[in-house]
């Protein structure tokens, strides 16, 4: 009975995607040559497509709403996979000591070209762990992340090209002047409520990418800045492949200081008024929390992550221009942080490696990557707002008192 | 003495609506008092102008807190009039629903720790002992108040009654001087009503803090309060003791309609 | 800087202000009901110009006459504009009623990175040429060196969709529901209003009337792609929060004084930074009067 009945409200949803996608998914005009191209195949595909989304997607959301009055104790989860073993002392000093093992012999194991894209995706880690303090435990969605990254590629290669700065002190200055650059987006948008918020950040990220387009004198427009030296070593010559050893290890370090750090915050005083401010922001201010401050230290350590993973990529890739920091950036570190768990570390490192190593090595799929980013978002958000490994509250144990 | 709270000819608009009209109301050290009234009368405009939500168009909102002098709050920040020593709870619950029972009372004591962004990294020695006061501090607010067996469930999995006192337990880990409690009682059964009646009152006895409460359960109005204030429309119509204020003619017209058994 | 100079630019000004003007209504009327700035604007409006470029091409290659190619496409656009937005809220906003703010948002923003990519990928990356759907009007000629046939279409339409839409939302049924609901929707809803079904009548009419703006602009400047979304969606949404977002006159007179402020900016200033002075616009008007010209302020419910 039920079935039928879902069959046949599938089977609609089918031909109204049919429908709905015949245009843009069946005709393409040649304008040049002015043929018309019928592809016939493409409707067949939506509609089965349509049919089992549909299926699916009704039979999942059903599930979900049962769900949420009685939680289901067989559901299997990353999670509680994830819980086990950080849980369990033995478990997880083995799981450690073969990412660590992992983690070290990879340089040695891997090509230069698996090195550069294992980098990639480590600067993601580093900017979604970033990002997450921001979205994920603050809950201020800001889409203009991206810029404080431009700021820390373009202070490192200005400060070079003018000032011969090194590195080592570039990675500072650009954490500092990305925080600055946080404060600065953070001020004035401080009273306003989440929706604006977003369009003000995306807006932000666009005026720094369009300035950094078109002021030629400052930035060289388009056309980037190029040269830019890679990390130094107490002042070796290193070869291609030492250099790129040498910025994998470094980067390894950067994203284990990061995931300490946040971790500290995230169970400190700070960190709970954080998550405070993300769930109710009227009852965190009546309970004695600064909002404009609480707001302005997450949008400011949140940018001095992203300075320095800019700082980082200009050194890395020795190359930037503005058309690596549009907002397709800000979007992709927001979906790391979505799919792998606002609020939660192991969630964001995984989410970052997963959605930057999967179309590297998916290479036929990697035209799809954005279109799949944004059904993530949409799906998560639907069926797992928290994440595939989403954030676990820390708990606390106490004597029983005799009274 | 100078009553810890007075309110003087406090006035507040909306554009052209009136929603509280040259109130005055007061509390002293150590007293229960309740403001009553009908639905719509102002009562939660009027709580949150005097914690700071709105800023009032007219009057005078003065505190003292103890050990303290008197000192004007109209317009301060909602955070600033916590750590002046106002905390209050909401009508309709406002806990924070992800956070562990712990953490919502950690979340009260936020204003009277110090630890900074570097002290949360460094974790001193001064950070990790003021984190373990406060873990300790807290646990003990929710022992006081009864909710220590759900310490580290989240608060949105709290059976209804546990999460209107752990509103009470939140605000209480600010250290108020005077708590205002915005209807504690609403959907509470009469057992849960009559807990709530004993905690008020043990709240004051052994905490010595000074409670303001909006209710509409008349019988824990009557044997609560020192003193009632009563408003309809934004203005205040009555003030004094229960059994005065029980046979006072303006405020049984202004109920009329409306349950009122006392 | 001639008295002509000026006219051109004010003409020109009121000509990108009608524009968004029409996209800013979908902006304003979904905000109006259920809170939510629907990302994924932009991209209907983008898909509305789509649609139209493909019907117009393939009929004019049929060799249908040039009226009849324009009335199928309009109306074609508007059908399919609304359709997708329809379904956008469907499967984007609907199940997240009741979850927080910050979910929705995140999942318009899934949305609209969707529709781009779908369409970037269905169709083309490149810039395509867009027919010249709308004639040069021969009564016109005369006066067509102050403001040419397309404009003054231009013009028109939109003052025609603002008396239709102003009629509506005042006097019909479905109006006065769509105005209840965007009050309180659980009084609405008590009063027997259908709320999800008037929800989904906003979006269409949001979406169709982005879909006719898509539709003019596209004929007008010419050429499209599928990143026109963005740019036009994060504009009329600047003209919304000016003129207030959530009021319709408000959205009509904001697109208007963005149009102008842009068109003399770039005329008398700098054409560089074009859209990052519409962003600084934005930026400076939530700050200083977040509640836009028309737009009442908000005290927030406690």
């Known amino acids: 009975m039920i079935l039928s009945e879902e069959i046949k409200k599938s089977l609609l949803a089918a031909v109204w995607f049919m429908f709905l996608t015949f245009p843009i998914m069946v005709i393409r005009v040649n304008t040049v040559q002015n043929i018309v191209e019928w592809r016939w195949k493409n409707m067949l595909l939506v509609g089965i497509a349509g049919f089992f989304g549909s299926f699916l997607g009704r039979s999942f959301f059903r599930q979900k709403e049962k769900g949420e009055k009685k939680a289901d104790p067989n559901t299997i989860s990353v999670a509680a996979l994830v819980q086990k073993i950080t849980g369990n002392q ?58 404080f990254y431009a700021v820390g590629a373009y202070a490192y290669a200005l400060l070079n090209h003018h000032f011969g700065i090194g590195f080592w002190t570039a990675l500072p200055i650009g954490a500092v002047i990305g925080a600055f650059f946080g404060i600065l987006l953070g001020y004035p948008v401080l009273r306003l409520r989440g929706d604006y918020l977003a369009i003000v950040t995306m807006g932000f990220g666009e005026i720094i990418r369009l300035i950094l387009e078109n002021w030629n004198a400052f930035s060289r427009g388009p056309s980037g800045i190029a040269h830019i030296p890679r990390p130094a070593l107490f002042g ?119 959605l930057i190593l999967l179309p590297e090595y998916l290479r036929a799929f990697s035209e799809y990557r954005m279109l799949v980013f944004g059904v993530i978002l949409v799906v998560m958000m639907i069926f797992r707002p928290g994440g595939i490994i989403p954030d676990v509250r820390r708990t606390y144990q106490f004597r029983k008192e005799e009274h | 003495m100078e009553p810890i709270l007075a309110v003087k000819n406090l006035s507040m608009n909306f554009g052209g609506l009136r929603a509280l009209d040259r109130l005055d109301l007061d509390v002293n050290q150590g007293e229960i008092v309740a403001l009553i009234g009908p639905n719509g009368a102002g009562k939660t405009t009027f709580f949150n102008c005097i914690t700071g939500i709105y800023t009032p168009t007219e009057g005078d909102i003065l505190i003292t807190p103890p050990r303290n002098s008197v000192q004007r709050i109209n317009g301060l920040k909602p955070n600033t009039i916590t750590e002046l020593g106002m905390a209050r709870t909401f009508q309709n619950i406002r806990l924070f629903p992800k956070m562990t029972v712990l953490e919502n009372v950690m979340i009260g004591r936020h204003c009277r720790l110090s630890a900074g962004i570097l002290g949360a990294v460094f974790q001193g020695k001064k950070v990790r002992k003021e984190e373990e006061r406060a873990v300790t501090d807290s646990y003990a607010v929710l022992e006081k108040i009864g909710l220590a067996q759900f310490v580290n469930d989240l608060a949105m999995n709290l059976p209804y009654g546990a999460q209107r006192r752990l509103e009470i337990a939140r605000a209480l880990a600010t250290e108020p001087f005077l708590l205002l409690l915005d209807e504690p009682a609403a959907g509470m059964n009469p057992q849960e009503t009559q807990e709530l009646n004993e905690l008020i009152v043990r709240i004051r006895d052994t905490e010595k803090i000074s409670i303001l409460l909006i209710e509409h359960d008349m019988k824990l109005v009557m044997s609560l309060s020192d003193r009632i204030f009563v408003m309809d429309y934004g203005k205040k119509i009555a003030q004094g003791a229960p059994r005065e204020i029980k046979s006072n003619p303006v405020v049984i017209k202004a109920y009329l309609g409306e349950e009122f058994h006392a | 800087m001639s008295w002509d100079y000026f006219i051109e630019l004010f003409l020109g000004g009121l000509t990108r202000g009608s524009i968004y003007a029409l996209i800013a209504l979908g902006y304003t009327m979904v905000y109006g009901i259920i809170e939510l700035i629907n990302f994924a604007h932009g991209e209907i409006y983008m898909i509305g110009a789509f649609t139209a470029l493909i019907i117009a091409s393939v009929l004019s290659l049929f060799g249908m006459h040039q009226l009849v190619v324009l009335v199928l496409a ?24 009741k979850a927080p703010r910050l979910s929705v948002l995140i999942s318009a923003i899934g949305m609209s990175l969707f529709l781009q990519n779908y369409v970037l ?169 977040p509640a836009g010209i028309l737009g009442r302020s908000q005290t927030q419910k406690v």
């Open chain 3, 74 to 97: 309009v109306v074609l656009a508007v059908v399919y504009a609304c359709a997708y937005g329809f379904t956008v809220e469907k499967i984007a906003y609907k199940p997240l009623r």
């Open chain 1, 236 to 354: 070796w010559e290193m070869s291609l492949e030492m250099s790129t050893k040498y910025i994998y290890f470094l980067m390894i370090g950067m994203v284990l200081f990061t995931i300490f750090v946040v971790n500290r915050l995230q169970h400190s005083r700070i960190g709970r008024a954080w998550i405070a401010l993300r769930e109710d922001e009227i009852a965190c201010q009546a309970m004695g929390i600064d909002k404009a401050k609480t707001k302005l230290t997450a949008f400011a350590l949140g940018a001095t992550w992203a300075g320095m993973g800019g700082v980082i990529f200009a050194a890395k890739t020795t190359f930037i221009n503005p058309a690596s920091f549009t907002i397709w950036e800000s979007v992709i570190i927001l979906c790391i942080v979505v799919l792998g768990g606002m609020g939660s570390i192991v969630g964001v490192v995984s989410g970052a490696l997963v």
């Open chain 3, 121 to 289: 990928l269905a169709q083309t990356s490149d810039f395509l040429p867009f027919p010249k759907l709308i004639p040069d009007f021969e009564f016109w000629e005369p006066y067509s060196h102050i403001i040419s046939s397309q404009e003054l279409t231009i013009i028109a339409t939109t003052v025609v969709v603002m008396i239709l839409l102003t009629f509506l939302i005042k006097f019909t049924t479905i109006g006065k529901a769509m105005r209840a609901t965007a009050q309180d929707k659980i009084m609405a809803a008590l009063v027997g209003i259908d709320v999800n079904h008037i929800i989904s009548i906003t979006f269409i009419v949001g979406s169709a009337t982005a879909a006719i703006g898509g539709v003019l602009i596209a004929s007008h400047i010419g050429q499209i792609n599928f990143f026109i979304g963005f740019i036009a969606g994060i504009k009329a949404f600047v003209a919304a929060v000016l003129g207030g977002i959530g009021s319709i006159p408000g959205a009509v007179l904001g697109s208007l004084v963005l149009g102008w402020t842009e068109s003399f900016f770039t005329g008398y200033i700098s054409s560089d930074y074009e859209d990052v002075f519409a962003f600084l616009f934005l930026v400076f008007i939530l700050i200083f009067r």
């Open chain 1, 90 to 147: 033995r478990l997880s000093r083995l799981a450690l000591a073969v990412i660590a093992g992992f983690v070290i012999s990879f340089p040695f194991a891997f090509s230069l070209y698996q090195i550069n894209i294992m980098i990639s995706a480590l600067i993601y880690v580093m900017l979604g762990l970033g990002l997450n303090i921001v979205v994920g435990l603050a809950g201020l969605l800001d889409l203009g992340y991206v810029a």
